[in-house]
């Protein structure tokens, strides 16, 4: 009998950057990270996956045109892997069928534009990993832990999306990648009026994808050595406190922080990556103006009080998540697109300060 499962998985966008990989087979990360799962209802990526006696040959799909499934070997290793954990299985059960011999075809979509930043292959690599795992009859029989293991090494940040709320993917020390798995911080329902907008400043495929542009600043980069060692194993653990106690202005203060790191980061590393374009420049005047109006002032610079409403973060594109709360949402939206008009012909999805995405379900 043939086999065959949609399922969908949502992006995460990161508020303390994975950037470096201490093991490029494995991918296992420089340093941990976190990041807060969007809503599926959003930005999401849908993998159907069939699996049939009657196929020759895997095939993939990505956004509606086939891939050679063979080049990606990304891909390749996490069917492998997968089929590997269905053979085990299916050795110590003998209700389990023999399927591990048939081939599948994939079928993926994304509803936004994929490779842009937006983190398309964090909800892919997670959709693919959970769609395979369902259509192999496995789904309910390993951990997420060790499904989002699974995803790590289809895409380092795709092990994130498997959990909804806030997660934590620990960097770990294990040569094997035993204990680099992501784990949730707080579940989706912890902090409610926390809300993502994402700004899509330019919907086109970034120049440097982050495997070369990693390689690259690991390479060439002083100041990566200094975020690893001295400043994320701090940011990470007051994250987490500022996150827990729901506490808005820690939170906007470290994610803006490490999102300005990453990108000096990127500008250290030789020749320079840039991801960040005018618009994005223009998003982080714009919300450090907007925020300063609820600054008070006082002449000691240390005592002014911050009164952050909301905070920028950046991935490998010049596209803009702004974390903000519900609260403030329309004020910051109407701010946002008498800032940057939308042209009369934009689609939707493509122009920046309209597409309001959830954290939160
Ligand atoms: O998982 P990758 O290889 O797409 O890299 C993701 C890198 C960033 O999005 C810039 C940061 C992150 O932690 O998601």
Redesign the pocket.
Known sequence: MPTQVTVSAPV???V????GKRDTSL?LPTNS?L?LTLSQDDLRSTTTVRIDALFNKDRLWLNGKEEDATANKRMVRVVQELRAVRKELQNKDSSLEALDEQKMHICSENNFPTAA?L?S??SGFAALTFGIAHALGIADKISTADLSRLARQG????C?SLFGGFVA?NMGINPDGSDSVAEQVADEKHWPDMEALVLVASDARKDT???AG?QLTIETSDLLRERIANVVPQRMSDIKTAIVNKNYDAFAEHTMRDSNQ?HAVCLDTFPPITYLNDVSRAVIHLVTAYNNLFTEKSDNAASSKKGYRAAYTF??GPNAVLYVRREHVPEILAIVNATFPAPADADKQTYLGRAAQYVGQ
């Open positions: 995460n966008i990161a303390v950057k994975y950037w991918l990270s990041s930043g983190a292959s964090a895409s380092g940040s795709a994130r993917w994808p982050s495997t990693m990453f991935d490998a």
